[in-house]
């Protein structure tokens, strides 16, 4: 086989993978959230990822409004997708948790390392663009911490 056959079958494998991948995100993708666990921590150790938490409450106007913009946001998406593990805390469901992050507000969102130390915290409805951006800077402000 050439050189240059197998470079087409690479491109040709490489824009299917692009196209499957938008496909999901046109279909109305959104956040795979995990329950909270051991499991999401265990996860985000081997992938050398951050945990990203979602509070939110069943009673919570703007965590539906985030449910249907932010979380749905393709950049978002991606964002999480390659340097978070995703846990979503429901009060109702939840209620112990829901006592230990009262005085965060609904919705929060908490960003904490896999050991589980919190590294900040958010409250409030927050834009596809601001998410975004806070996720990056993030991950970027871990990365310049290490030695």
């Known amino acids: 086989m050439s050189s240059s056959h197998v470079l087409k079958i690479s491109l040709f494998l490489a824009l299917f993978v692009v196209l499957v991948a938008f496909a ?10 995990q329950a909270w666990s051991d499991a999401p921590f265990a996860q985000a150790k081997v992938e050398n990822k951050l945990v990203l938490v979602d509070l939110s409450a069943e009673w919570c106007g703007f965590c539906k ?22 846990i979503k805390i429901v ?28 590294l900040m915290h958010k409250r409030g409805y927050m834009k596809p ?3 975004q951006w806070m996720l990056q800077a ?6 310049d911490a290490e030695p």
Request: proline residues 6%; aromatic residues 8%; charged residues 30%.
């Open 138 to 143: 993030v991950v970027q402000e871990q990365g």
């Open 91 to 118: 009060d109702e469901k939840h209620p112990e948790l829901a006592a230990r992050y009262r005085d965060y507000g609904r919705p929060a969102i908490i960003i904490m390392d896999a050991d589980g130390k919190e």
């Open 129 to 131: 663009q601001w998410m």
């Open 65 to 86: 409004k985030m449910d249907a913009t932010t979380w749905r946001d393709a950049e978002v998406l991606a964002a999480i997708d390659k340097d978070y593990v995703p």
């Open 24 to 33: 999901k995100l046109v279909a109305g993708a959104s956040v795979p959230w």
